[in-house]
């Protein structure tokens, strides 16, 4: 798989976690200690997230790393 492709599949599945709990991205951001525009680029993948950022968003998102890789079907 591609680099961009793993990007954006990562990217999907932390925004359709996120979108289940019907939260909004600035909601989100504010409540992981994230600056809002930041995490949008997150969610577009536009940013390559490290191992850090992605265990933040996991926190907030109330689910483990490993739940998310399994989500972007890696």
Do not use: P
């Amino acid at each position: 798989m591609k680099d961009r492709a793993f990007v954006e599949r990562v990217s999907a599945a932390m925004r359709n976690r996120r979108e289940l709990l019907e939260v909004s991205q600035e909601a989100f951001a504010e409540k992981i200690g994230m600056h809002r525009t930041y995490y949008s680029a997150l969610e577009r993948g536009e940013i390559n997230l490290t191992l850090r950022t992605l265990r933040r968003v996991c926190s907030g998102l109330g689910v483990k790393v490993w739940e998310v890789l399994r989500d972007a079907d890696i």
